[in-house]
């Protein structure tokens, strides 16, 4: 029979990873991922399946989730390929195995139509640097505010803006409960004459703090979502003075503020009384997070509610 190896190598922007792979080994392996952890988990799997894995993986962008990721697809990529046309092989097979902390169970079909599922739970303090701790101080403060009756106003800039508004929906609509009190929240973006006519006559720095100035009790709260948090310039002067002048007025007036954030927080960071920071240095992927948090917001206080019925 035709040797079953082959090498792999997949470059992109965020890892750069290399397989080398020997499907009629003898349990060899050579693993560098930088991650100790995921260098045993790769070790093992070649070690009890015999094959020979060569694994060199190395980061780009510093975030854990797609080296693991891209090496676990060149590892595939590399079986599938050294599989050929799957000749007088077995294929689909499964094994149970006990071990002292988990039950693993696999199922395996080697035809081209692949399947898995995947369930995780996560206990760690930080997912990719995001602090647990900062989200229940925000879901605390969401709550205080419930609770006493008072306004939360929800403003960003740009794609910001549509999570603002999609943030004020789900907290308005989806985390009801019969019998528990609702959360009165309102997005700053919607009214776009407004908006146009704040540019306009009062600037764009003020397009929400003059809101407030009509809308806004004392008490009342306020969440920003804001990539890079005030922080940095252009042609058109400071990034995002207007969400800062917001918080401020809001803190001037007795209320809270949360930071919805990325790269290293910015003025927000230092103005807000909880802030959620994404430290990713990549506006999509800090909107992406950003739009998911908002999500698992509701959902926990979905939850929690649910509970209390």
């Known amino acids: ?37 995921l260098d045993h988990l790769i070790g093992s799997f070649g070690k009890h399946s015999m094959m020979d894995l060569v694994v060199k ?19 595939g990529s590399a079986i599938d390929k050294a599989l050929g046309n799957r000749s007088g092989i077995t294929r689909f097979s499964f094994s149970s195995v006990p071990m002292d902390e988990a039950l693993a169970e696999t199922s395996l079909d080697l035809v081209k139509r692949q399947y898995h599922k995947i369930t ?18 925000a879901i605390q403060i969401l709550n205080e505010a419930r609770l006493a009756g008072k306004k939360i106003f929800i403003i960003g800039n740009g794609g910001s803006a549509s999570t603002a508004t999609h943030f004020a929906c789900d907290l308005n609509k989806y985390t009801s409960v019969e019998g528990e009190k609702r959360f009165k929240a309102l ?13 306009n006559d009062e600037g764009w720095d003020k397009v929400y703090s003059y809101q407030l100035e009509n809308l806004m009790d ?19 002067g400071l990034w995002s003075q207007n969400l800062t002048l917001a918080a401020k007025m809001i803190h001037d007036r007795g209320g809270k503020v949360i930071g919805l954030v990325g790269f290293d927080g910015g003025a927000i960071k230092s103005l807000a009384d909880a802030c959620i920071t994404v430290p990713i240095n990549s506006t999509p992927h800090v909107e992406g997070f950003h739009l998911i948090l908002t999500h698992m917001i509701c959902s926990i206080i979905k939850d929690q509610l649910s509970t209390n019925e």
């Open 1 to 37: 029979m035709k040797p079953r190896k082959t090498t792999i190598k997949r470059e992109t922007k965020e890892t750069s990873v290399s397989v080398t792979i020997n499907l009629d080994g003898t349990g060899k392996t050579t693993i560098n991922t930088g991650i100790k952890f």
């Open 57 to 75: 993986a190395k980061s780009r962008d510093g975030i854990e989730h797609h080296l693991i990721e891209d090496t676990g697809i060149t590892i």
């Open 120 to 137: 995780l739970s996560t206990k760690r303090t930080k997912i990719e640097g995001i602090s647990k701790e900062d989200i229940n101080n």
């Open 218 to 236: 004392d008490g009342d709260y306020l969440v920003v979502i804001s990539v890079h948090g005030g922080a940095g310039k252009d042609k058109a």
């Open 187 to 199: 997005s700053l973006e919607d009214n776009i004459p407004l908006l146009t006519a704040l540019v």
